[in-house]
């Protein structure tokens, strides 16, 4: 209970509703392939030259509309460059179908991303 209770509280920091979340009908769709939104020029500059590779995990907040209001770094395997340059990328080039209540209704939602950086590869993308 007081884990769920502290999951609540951190949805709410968030400006959403927990409860409504729980009932959602379907959570947010990322509209066409998600490694579409990295591209090569979005390395950061001279981490690739020297090897760099990083890994971070992103939380977008999405809204009613499908837009990205927000991106927050919630964990990362590198170094601030990648967090930046997630994000940036993310909120640039991503879009979504929003989450849908259980009244059937566009509503905000969350969505959490782990993305791969290596240098000389595609992106690799884990759920």
């Not at 927990?18 to 500059?45: C, E, H, K, M, S």
């Not at 964990?75 to 990328?89: E, H, P, R």
Request: with cysteine; proline share 7%.
């Amino acid at each position: 209970a007081a884990l769920d209770q502290c999951s609540d509280d951190l949805i709410k920091s968030w400006g959403l509703d927990p409860a409504a979340l729980r009932q959602a009908t379907r959570g947010p769709r990322p509209v066409g392939n998600i490694a579409t939104w990295f591209r090569p020029d979005d390395y950061p500059a001279g981490a690739a030259n020297i090897g760099m590779a990083g890994a971070v995990i992103i939380r977008l907040l999405i809204g009613a509309d499908g837009r990205i209001g927000n991106c927050a770094v919630t964990k990362s395997g590198g170094d601030k460059l990648f967090q930046d340059a997630t994000c940036q990328a993310a909120t640039k080039r991503g879009s979504f179908e929003p989450a849908i209540g259980a009244d059937g209704k566009p509503m905000a939602s969350v969505w959490v991303q782990r993305i791969n950086w290596e240098p000389g590869a595609p992106f690799f993308i884990v759920r």
